[in-house]
């Protein structure tokens, strides 16, 4: 067989081709890995979900909201159980130490935290990335049960009621702040009887990884 002489057309047909069938494989792949990743990613929110607002029978990811909150949208996924709602789970993210933090987190119909999930984060092992586990129950910065429409949750060095991650208070204090505008889109939405999420109980019974920074001065 010939060998293809050694010129910039030739080097270009080949540059040409080879880029055309890399493309086509790519488009290719992308296409058979795109509906088991939605899936994946599908059944993931569906089990976060289901963790930090149990006991629900409806389907609140089919009826999520958009909720706005100074200009940020706000994924709202109201739970109710014999009709009768008994709150939310509610996804918002904020930058931490190493990039965006995004949780999913879960109130019951008068605002105080359930749970939550740390659905992604790119913040530092062993030290930031305990986020995932240092407030739930039991854990040594536990937010469950605050409610952060009496006062919002801040760790203990800003004068808050939080313990923050040892050597991490910049993620803790991104997730606090995730939190807290996670409960500001709570109590913004709108329930089928006008209504918020924050009042709808109310209105029905009438009653080292270089993290560790000194706190924003008060603006």
Do not use: C
């Amino acid at each position: 067989m010939k060998k293809l002489e050694s010129t910039l057309t030739n080097m270009l047909l080949v540059l040409t081709g080879v880029t055309v069938v890399s493309v086509a494989l790519l488009a290719w792949v992308n296409e058979l890995t795109k509906e088991p990743i939605a899936q994946a990613n599908a059944k993931a929110l569906s089990d976060a979900v289901n963790l930090v607002v149990p006991g629900f029978d409806n389907n609140p990811i089919a009826e999520k909201k958009m909720q706005e909150v100074d200009g940020v949208q706000y994924a709202v996924y109201p739970a109710t159980k014999g009709g009768e709602y008994i709150g939310a789970a509610v996804e918002a993210s904020a930058m931490g130490f190493g990039g965006e933090l995004k949780v999913l987190v879960g109130f019951d119909a008068e605002g105080n935290v359930l749970n939550y999930s740390l659905l992604s984060h790119a913040e530092t092992p062993g030290l930031g990335s305990k986020a995932d586990v240092w407030f739930k129950d039991g854990g040594k910065g536990d937010i469950t049960g605050m409610n952060p429409g009496q006062a919002p949750l801040a760790v203990s060095k800003d004068g808050g009621q939080v313990d923050a991650i040892t050597a991490s208070t910049i993620t803790s204090r991104a997730f606090l702040n995730a939190v807290n505008a996670a409960y500001a889109a709570f109590a913004g939405q709108e329930m089928a009887d006008g209504a918020t999420g924050a009042t709808q109980k109310n209105v029905e019974q009438p009653a080292g990884d270089g993290e560790d920074a000194p706190a924003p001065a008060a603006q």
